[in-house]
């Protein structure tokens, strides 16, 4: 009988314990995703944009790939605090976050000592949707166009106050922008989320742009006059208002946007079915959102990204224009 010499066996044994490991392994990564519930952090108060179109969009996640994903606000800092706590998270895709123009595309330039960089700690997902912004004026302000409305402002520097949910926002930038685009001497008041909207409403302020969801039912009611929309094209919520673009100002995009992002290194399959499901999620959600001011988007993940950067490049330069920070 001929034995096997020590190396045979030490092969042997070698080979079977690899074959277990593999097949270990490929169990695992067979492990159907989702297995457990996934937390979708939006960097917000509840109410808001971001965690309107989160809840509407996540439901239906749920019950296409029959698990929970759970809504946590993780609000402050302007959206830093509950971006940094997805940055941090594990790269398992069970920490998600659906993210703004704020914290993706702003406050890496306005914020001076961030601590995570998002377009290469975060990775994109899918883009649920395009906001714009619209300026909006107290009914006491004599302007129902664009045109009206730029001649007021030039007869009257520094006696229109425009709001804003905070120095270095959209809100805030926006209107910056078309104030040095029409040459109008203005004053800007920084709030705190909804406080400008409040005084807006009541009068002490007289301008702002302000997402369209947040005041589409006040346009509707009277109680705000809708002037012009910040996007290059019209918004499918307000048809009938024309964009600053069309009115002699070309160069003008301002507006917010919304999508999922997941922590750098997360698997590309996550990754790809995470977009699916949105993309599969927005045509029967596509009226609801229309309809409340939001404009759906979907696509890739490459086009979500590349549309990201370009972001932040366009906003880079605007707030070093500005000079806000809030540091």
């Known amino acids: 009988m001929t ?11 070698l080979f079977c314990a690899t074959a277990l490991l593999a097949a270990g392994l490929n169990a695992t990564a067979q492990t159907a995703y989702p297995s457990k519930p996934v937390r979708v952090v939006v960097a917000f108060t509840a109410g808001g944009t971001t965690d309107i179109l989160a809840r509407a969009v996540t439901q239906h996640m749920s019950e296409k790939l029959k698990q929970s994903f759970i809504i946590d606000n993780k609000p402050g800092g302007g959206g830093n605090i509950g971006t940094e706590f997805v940055v941090r998270a ?11 123009v704020g914290p993706m595309a702003v406050n890496q330039t306005l914020y001076k000592n961030l601590p995570y960089e998002p377009l290469t700690d975060l990775v994109p997902v899918v883009q649920i949707a395009d906001v714009p912004n619209v300026l909006v004026v107290n009914p006491e302000v004599p302007a129902k166009t664009l045109e009206e409305f730029i001649a007021y402002a030039k007869a009257n520097p520094n006696k229109l106050n425009y709001g804003s949910t905070g120095v ?3 809100s805030h930038l926006s209107s910056y922008m078309l104030s040095k685009r029409i040459g109008a001497e203005t004053l800007h008041v920084p709030y705190k989320g909804a406080n400008a909207l409040n005084d807006l409403l ?15 039912a006040h346009i509707k009611a009277g109680k705000l006059r809708a002037i012009a929309v910040s996007s290059q094209k019209r ?3 307000l048809p009938d208002v024309p964009t ?14 919304f999508g999922f992002f997941a922590p750098k290194g997360t698997p590309a399959p996550v990754i790809a079915l995470l977009n699916k499901s949105v993309n599969e999620a927005l045509p029967s959600l596509e009226a609801q959102m229309i309809r409340e001011g939001a404009d759906p988007v979907g696509g890739t993940p490459e086009q979500f990204g590349k549309f990201t950067r370009q972001e932040y490049e366009k906003w880079k330069a605007i707030v070093r224009e500005s000079g806000a920070t809030a540091e």
């Open 202 to 216: 009541a009068g002490r302020v007289q301008f702002m742009f302000a997402t369209i969801p947040s005041v589409i």
């Open 235 to 237: 918004s499918r919520s």
């Open 244 to 257: 600053v673009a069309e009115k002699g100002f070309p160069d003008f995009s301002a507006g917010s946007w």
């Open 168 to 170: 270095g926002t959209s």
């Open 3 to 13: 034995r096997d010499k020590p190396s045979s066996r030490f092969l042997q044994k």
């Open 90 to 100: 594990p790269a398992d895709g069970y920490t998600l976050i659906v993210n703004s």
